[in-house]
T-cell receptor, first 115, second 111 residues
Framework: DTEVTQTPKHLVMGMTNKKSLKCEQHMGHRAMYWYKQKAKKPPELMFVYSYEKLSINESVPSRFSPECPNSSLLNLHLHALQPEDSALYLC??????????????FGEGSRLTVL | QKEVEQDPGPLSVPEGAIVSLNCTYSNSAFQYFMWYRQYSRKGPELLMYTYSSGNKEDGRFTAQVDKSSKYISLFIRDSQPSDSATYLCAMSSDSNYQLIWGAGTKLIIKP
């Protein structure tokens, strides 16, 4: 079982809805990440939090808003999404931001469908 | 040209065969090389993590890095149907910790 827990596992929302994805890790890691993965594609980095500070924003649309309440929790707030935002959203954590301890540990993902 | 090239497959082999999965890359600054396994509708799981060149073995899995050829491989011995999954290579450098991913190879082990 993964030590990175994501909820909900599945989410269906309309384009006018506001929802949130949640992630929790219990490994004492100090870096956490949101990735987006479309079918048959590798994960795409959206946000990185290192020591609770946002360190990378990959020009992700503002309809995605990350929040890191503490070093164990990471949220992704969703508002006014588009159907093309439907994807598997993966949370990951790592001991530190970079090598040699930067190996990523992923959660099982939240599968989002935008109608 | 992509920074990391990986054949998406699918690669179909009989149970018990030795499987070879490969990635090539263009950025000579890459020093850290990873292989992830991803089952359908699940998150990726780290299999192997290698620094610089050389081999690393873990059970039935062996990772090889040839920096002179910019080529990395993952070998699976005595393959099992439970090894059927997508295998993604990923790599990073000291100057940019962001992982650069291959496209992933879908592997099917036939009983």
């Amino acid at each position: 079982d993964t030590e990175v827990t994501q909820t909900p596992k599945h989410l269906v929302m309309g384009m006018t809805n506001k929802k949130s994805l949640k992630c929790e890790q219990h490994m004492g890691h100090r870096a956490m990440y949101w990735y987006k993965q479309k079918a048959k594609k590798p994960p795409e980095l959206m946000f990185v939090y290192s020591y609770e500070k946002l360190s990378i924003n990959e020009s992700v649309p503002s309809r995605f808003s990350p929040e890191c309440p503490n070093s164990s929790l990471l949220n992704l707030h969703l508002h006014a999404l588009q159907p093309e935002d439907s994807a598997l959203y993966l949370c990951a954590s790592s001991q530190s931001r970079g090598p040699p301890t930067g190996e990523l540990f992923f959660g099982e993902g939240s599968r989002l469908t935008v109608l | 040209q992509k920074e990391v090239e990986q054949d998406p497959g699918p690669l179909s082999v009989p149970e018990g065969a030795i499987v070879s999965l490969n990635c090539t890359y263009s950025n000579s600054a890459f020093q850290y090389f990873m292989w992830y396994r991803q089952y359908s509708r699940k998150g990726p799981e780290l299999l192997m993590y290698t620094y610089s060149s050389g081999n690393k073995e873990d059970g039935r899995f062996t990772a090889q890095v040839d920096k002179s050829s910019k080529y990395i491989s993952l070998f699976i011995r005595d393959s099992q149907p439970s090894d059927s999954a997508t295998y993604l290579c990923a790599m990073s450098s000291d100057s940019n910790y962001q992982l650069i991913w291959g496209a992933g190879t879908k592997l099917i082990i036939k009983p």
